[in-house]
C-alpha cells in the first residue's frame, strides 16, 4: 500500500517493488557475509558451544519472540 500511494497510477508499482525486495536480499546477504565469519572464527574457541552458542541463540529467540509479539 506505500508503494502505491508513491506510484499513484500503478505503471510504477512493479519495479519498485522489484527494486524494495531486491534491496532487502541485498542487505540480507550482507548480514551474512559479515557475521558468518565472525561465527566461523568464534567457533575455535572451547568456550563458544558451552557458553556464547547458547547465548547468541537465546538472544536471537527472545528477539524474535518481542518482534514477533509486536505484530501481533
Do not use: C, H, K
Amino acid at each position: 500500500n506505500a508503494l502505491r500511494e508513491i506510484a499513484a497510477d500503478g505503471s510504477q508499482l512493479a519495479p519498485m517493488l522489484a527494486g524494495f525486495n531486491l534491496g532487502v536480499e541485498l542487505a540480507q546477504l550482507i548480514v551474512v557475509g559479515v557475521t558468518l565469519p565472525i561465527l566461523w572464527w568464534l567457533s575455535r574457541w572451547a568456550r563458544y558451544s558451552r557458553q556464547i552458542m547458547p547465548a547468541l541463540s537465546l538472544a536471537t529467540a527472545a528477539i524474535g519472540a518481542i518482534w514477533f509479539a509486536g505484530r501481533l
